[in-house]
């Protein structure tokens, strides 16, 4: 079973921010198979914790009246080992910081920041809470992608904020790819996105999730009220293919093959 990675800057959590969390519990627990379980409204504000199969691979929260406007989207969090530190150096080094750290009783510190090329980002001080407990498995987290409208300054921003060690994987001008690791032990990917996303879509992570069988998975999502955005494609990483739930939140699923992990290369 494949484990989750805990070291520093490392992918550890998603979440999601929804219009109508129990339209979204609905979605995509029939469609991933998870169960959820709601915080203590005083406590944590009644966020909602995903598990696949008893273990924990998502949060979900209902958007509040200062996100008007915003939309639905899914979040990456990185792991750090003093959420201060790191929104510090965000700043330092060309970020924005949108959430300062934050105590969550008992699980940890959060914060909420941009990179240098305006892409939100959270970050994750873990206490009790280390990140989810699958991924890479069917119904959980596969993977992490950065696209980027200026690709040199996201790379060089993660090296100085988060440490990352990375390794280039492609670098042609139809196609620049590094990732943090290297091979079968990459964690994260940055895709130079400058031309492809359009004017008015800025900079921003996508989060993978693995899935058995990708055409099944994409029939039952659009039997729920998703949309397609792009694919099915096949990969040497996968079959991909990118969706928006029944409120316009947008994700990736890939099929639950040996290397899905690495799903992001040729998407």
Known sequence: MPTPDY??????????????????????GTLFGWTFQTGDEEKYGG????????????????????MAGMPDMWSTYLRSEDAAATVQAAAQNGGQVYMQPMDVPDQGRMAMIADATGASI???????????????EAGAPAWHELHTKDYATAVKFYQDVFGWDTDVMSDTPEFRYTTLGAGDAAKAGIMDASAYLPAEVPSNWQVYFAVEDSDASIEKAVSMGARVIDGPDDTPFGRLATLADPTGAMFKIVADTAQGAQAAAGA
């Open 47 to 66: 966020y909602i914790t995903a598990a696949k199969d008893g273990k924990t691979v998502a949060g979900m929260m209902q958007k509040d009246d200062s």
């Open 122 to 136: 959270g970050v994750w001080e873990p206490a009790e809470m280390k990140g989810y407990e699958l991924a890479a």
């Open 7 to 28: 070291t520093n800057g490392a992918p550890c959590w998603v979440d999601l921010m929804t219009s109508d969390t129990e339209k979204a519990k609905a979605f995509y």
